[in-house]
């Protein structure tokens, strides 16, 4: 990874959040002179704050969202003033900074009815007020920087520093002796570090002038359900992975409808001159292999809570 003092400041904004930290943690590990803003520094739907925040930065990784998906359902407006109004304001501070942004999208932009992998080009056609809000960021981007604008759709994103799918199932290992897992509903579950690597290098292929602007699919490569991704993460903790017994999407019923199908295609990535995020079975294993995962682990077989 190039760490070339010309690349300029970067900003990451949601900065206290998984996805956000774990950029920081890469951008400083390559280098790179970075700048994190948390919501508390940085409110993104306001315009003046916003230029000034920009103002010198060459890359901007957006990681600040409304991601209540079922929060949502009752409070549209809310979510799209940030998912939609927000990075809108982002995009022209960029514009007019000349900065690249990089902005952090979803798969619930997308129907979720498919049966192949979902191309970067596919038809958007959100299924509840969460992608609804998601898909107005995303048009703000494509429409305010057709040439330096990035969106990186992500899904099923698990990690050490924020309540995860990965981490719930460690705990709730120590508390009962079986858990029902949905089973019907198919994606990647994606590594958020591992992400946060790929956003970088998207970011100095960007300012190197070889990656082209758009969509990319920032996810893991494979497929799974929500069972199997249990079933991994007992499997690689040490756990009995038949602890895990599947059921269907109707004994969950939530107030936000969810996609089925989450698979993304990731072709788009060779256009940058990068490789896809690696499969999901391997970036779990190395997850977790680290120290928050571990100690949840440890704690799930010695049958502790908290």
Request: include cysteine; hydrophobic fraction near 45%.
């Amino acid at each position: 990874m190039s760490t070339d003092p010309s690349a300029g400041r970067w900003l990451v904004t949601g900065a206290a959040g998984m996805l956000g930290q774990d950029v920081l943690a890469v951008l400083e590990r390559a280098g790179i002179e970075a700048a994190g803003l948390r919501r508390a520094d940085l409110d993104i739907t306001d315009p003046e704050a916003v230029r000034a925040a920009v103002e010198g930065a060459a890359v901007v990784v957006n990681c600040a969202a409304w991601t209540d998906v079922d929060g949502a359902e009752t409070a549209e407006d809310a979510a799209t003033a940030v998912n939609g109004d927000g990075v809108r304001v982002l995009a022209a501070a960029c514009a007019g900074a000349g900065a690249r942004l990089i902005h952090v999208s979803t798969d619930y932009v997308l129907p979720g009815d498919a049966t192949e992998p979902y191309a970067e080009d596919a038809a958007t056609g959100p299924v509840n007020a969460y992608g609804r809000s998601k898909l107005a960021g995303e048009r703000a981007v494509a429409e305010l920087l057709p040439q330096d604008g990035y969106v990186v759709r992500t899904a099923w994103l698990y990690g050490e520093h924020g309540a995860n799918f990965v981490a719930t199932m460690l705990k709730l290992a120590a508390q009962r002796d079986t858990l029902d897992v949905v089973d019907d509903q198919h994606g990647q579950p994606t590594w958020s570090l591992a992400l946060a690597r790929h956003l970088v290098a998207l970011g100095l292929a960007a300012l190197a002038g070889t990656a082209p602007a758009g969509v990319y699919h920032g996810t893991a490569s494979g497929r799974t359900t929500w069972r199997g991704l249990a079933q991994e993460t007992y499997r690689l903790s040490g756990l009995d992975p038949e602890r895990i017994r599947p059921t269907t999407s109707e004994a969950f019923v939530r107030p936000a409808a969810r996609p089925a199908f989450s698979v993304l295609a990731h072709g788009r990535w060779a256009a940058a001159g990068l490789a896809p995020l690696a499969d999901w079975r391997e970036q779990l294993a190395e997850a977790v292999a680290t120290p928050g995962f571990t100690a949840l682990a440890e704690r799930a077989r010695d049958g502790r809570a908290g």
